[in-house]
């Protein structure tokens, strides 16, 4: 168990450090281009869209929550990258060639885009605070949107793991990268709530794990507990089940990469 | 002969995708001593390192390292190894020290003793200088210095070096293999691959020739040349003389000191028992014939002859089929 924490506690350290070496990624990690959705979408559409169809006080406080969870998922399926690089230029075959726990590599990997996850979103939520989005359920409910977020990231950083694992270049991961992320947040509730959607949309946007994400982060930051805890605990479940399959789809990737 | 067997390697085989990479390759690595797995690119020399490491998996045949069956205990075996991968096995943003550390930890090395065994390593390799900077500002010499501390830091018993020297300057090639040979003085039992006919011959003590996957030829260089039979005289003919090359090689078949004959783009390769008897024997040939001869050379038989007498070809001629690495 010593051993276990030792490795895993060195192996996170390292990319802590390759962070921390690199000054403008670091500041970029923390400025992330999610702010400007926040900022610049919230303002933006602060007249053009309707109070009453988004149920909010003003756009910025319903596109919040959204905000939140876009954050988590690109961060989530950004995480594999670095075990891409990894893979490629022979550093994981060293790593795997000591006598580590097969999983600690993995381990220190969500520890890592956990934190910065985490971080993240508070950064985002303090910078909603300054445009005067308050979460009606307080310190508590911060730490259950912090909550939701890990369980949902865990999930997309499998996927992007599992990704790394199979792909043949970085192109190719890339690719597939950027085929995913927008209409991951066009097919959810992110920037318009589900009611208003075009029916077809809204159907696709059912089956979008994001979307059960952001309706229990949504009524945290906007109404309080009463109507948050239904939506919360149907978060709950859905999440396990996500995740339990992006674990055990990610674990037979690397299984078979690591022959 | 019975010297102690550190690895021992039995009918290996593995196939990607349908594709087989190697083919019943089985050899023997004595403990102590330099073993090469020299080849071309793509031959399944990396195919066969790493299945010895615990990367791969073998589709076929057994391996054991210092005793420990590869597949059955990888934990037991990679408790014994080093690695030394190809260069770019460096995390250009950690500092050399960062990287001694961060295997320290991976080894489980107790946090009290590794400060002391990473300066250590690091006076070895004089890189004691660049320590704390960042792998990104080293030389390709510098990198493969760090490589070779970061395999040494488990003290392992075994180390495998995968293409040492690899596009290295020559100065840098030297000082490397001054290190591997270091690294056999302290008693540690070296595989390397190399696809360097020259680095084979002067750094390893036994070695397998692999092409196409499968094993060509197993033994030190010189029992390799010595296989041969004999020392080489070649003979080149003027263009204008080389229709008549088939007629000067019937004259000289035969001949007592003469082993074989064999024709080249520029004339005659002949394998011989000594050259005194054989030069008077070729000369006079070629003046019997009037054949005029441009160029005599007599060589003893290099790695190079002996790669070619056991694949047919150059090991760097290139082929439509070789796969990258």
């Given at each position: 168990m010593n051993e276990y924490r030792q490795e895993i506690g060195a192996l996170t350290m390292r990319w802590v450090r390759r962070l921390s070496r690199e000054k403008f990624s670091m500041l970029f990690t923390l400025v992330q281009p999610m702010l400007f959705w926040l900022i610049f979408f919230g303002n933006l559409f602060q007249r053009a869209a309707d109070v009453r169809v988004v149920?909010?006080?003003?756009?910025?406080?319903?596109?919040?929550?959204?905000?939140?969870?876009?954050?988590?998922?690109?961060?989530?399926?950004?995480?594999?990258?670095?075990?891409?690089?990894?893979?490629?230029?022979?550093?994981?075959?060293?790593?795997?060639?000591?006598?580590?726990?097969?999983?600690?590599?993995?381990?220190?990997?969500?520890?890592?885009?956990?934190?910065?996850?985490s971080l993240q979103v508070l950064v985002i939520l303090g910078v909603a605070y300054l445009f005067g989005v308050r979460p009606a359920t307080g310190f508590l409910g911060v730490v259950v949107i912090l909550l939701i977020g890990l369980l949902f990231g865990v999930g997309l950083t499998a996927i992007s793991m599992a990704m790394a694992f199979s792909v043949?270049?970085?192109?190719?991961?890339?690719?597939?990268?950027?085929?995913?992320?927008?209409?991951?947040?066009?097919?959810?509730?992110?920037?318009?709530?589900?009611?208003?959607?075009?029916?077809?949309?809204?159907?696709?946007?059912?089956?979008?794990?994001?979307?059960?994400?952001?309706?229990?982060?949504?009524?945290?930051?906007l109404s309080g507990w009463a109507e948050a805890l239904g939506p919360v605990a149907m978060v709950v479940v859905v999440m396990?089940?996500?995740?339990?399959?992006?674990?055990?789809g990610s674990a037979r990737a690397f299984r078979r990469a690591m022959g | 002969m019975d010297r102690a067997v550190a690895i021992d390697v039995s009918k290996l085989g593995k196939v990607f995708d349908g594709a087989t990479a190697i083919e019943d390759i089985s050899f023997q690595v004595f403990a102590g001593e330099i073993f090469g797995l020299l080849g071309p690119n793509g031959a399944g020399k990396s195919t066969t390192l790493r299945i010895?490491?615990?990367?791969?998996?073998?589709?076929?045949?057994?391996?054991?390292?210092?005793?420990?069956?590869?597949?059955?205990?990888?934990?037991?075996?990679?408790?014994?190894?080093?690695?030394?991968?190809?260069?770019?096995?460096?995390?250009?943003?950690?500092?050399?020290?960062?990287?001694l550390q961060l295997l320290a930890d991976l080894y489980h090395l107790p946090k009290a003793e590794s400060p002391r065994r990473i300066d250590e390593l690091l006076r070895l390799v004089d890189l004691e200088d660049k320590a704390d900077q960042p792998a990104k500002t080293y030389s390709g010499g510098m990198k493969r210095k760090l490589d070779i501390a970061c395999g040494l830091l488990p003290n392992p018993k075994v180390i495998f070096l995968d293409e040492p020297t690899l596009g290295l300057d020559v100065q840098s090639r030297l000082r490397i293999w001054d290190y591997v040979?270091?690294?056999?003085?302290?008693?540690?039992?070296?595989?390397?691959?190399?696809?360097?006919?020259?680095?084979?011959?002067?750094?390893?003590?036994?070695?397998?020739?692999?092409?196409?996957?499968?094993?060509?030829?197993?033994g030190s260089p010189g029992e390799l040349k010595a296989g041969l039979g004999g020392d080489i005289v070649?003979?080149?003919?003027?263009?204008?003389?080389?229709?008549?090359?088939?007629?000067?090689?019937?004259?000289?078949?035969?001949?007592?000191?003469?082993?074989?004959?064999?024709?080249?783009?520029?004339?005659?390769?002949?394998?011989?028992?000594?050259?005194?008897?054989?030069?008077?024997?070729?000369?006079?040939?070629?003046?019997?014939?009037?054949?005029?001869?441009?160029?005599?050379?007599?060589?003893?038989?290099?790695l190079d002859d002996v790669f070619v007498a056991h694949t047919g070809h150059a090991i760097r001629e290139e082929f439509p089929n070789a796969e990258e690495e």
């Open positions: 149920q909010a006080p003003n756009y910025i406080s319903f596109l919040a929550a959204g905000v939140v969870i876009m954050t988590v998922l690109n961060n989530g399926l950004a995480g594999g990258v670095d075990l891409l690089f990894d893979k490629e230029n022979g550093f994981l075959e060293r790593l795997m060639s000591t006598p580590i726990h097969r999983s600690s590599v993995i381990l220190s990997r969500f520890i890592f885009v956990m934190t910065i996850t043949k270049s970085h192109g190719d991961f890339f690719s597939v990268l950027g085929f995913l992320s927008l209409p991951m947040i066009f097919l959810s509730s992110a920037l318009v709530p589900l009611a208003a959607m075009p029916t077809w949309m809204g159907v696709l946007a059912r089956f979008n794990p994001m979307t059960w994400a952001i309706d229990a982060v949504r009524p945290l930051i396990v089940a996500f995740d339990a399959l992006c674990l055990y | 010895l490491m615990t990367l791969l998996r073998p589709t076929s045949g057994q391996a054991t390292v210092l005793g420990h069956d590869v597949v059955q205990e990888p934990e037991q075996v990679r408790r014994l190894i080093g690695y030394v991968p190809q260069e770019r096995a460096i995390d250009r943003f950690l500092t050399g020290r960062e990287h040979r270091g690294l056999r003085a302290r008693g540690i039992t070296v595989v390397m691959t190399t696809n360097y006919l020259d680095e084979a011959d002067q750094l390893c003590d036994r070695l397998v020739i692999i092409d196409g996957g499968r094993i060509k030829a197993l070649s003979v080149t003919l003027s263009t204008a003389e080389m229709g008549r090359v088939e007629t000067l090689a019937a004259a000289l078949k035969g001949h007592p000191a003469i082993r074989a004959v064999s024709t080249t783009q520029t004339g005659l390769d002949i394998r011989v028992e000594s050259p005194e008897k054989t030069l008077p024997a070729v000369l006079e040939a070629a003046n019997r014939l009037a054949c005029r001869l441009e160029f005599i050379e007599y060589h003893r038989p290099r």
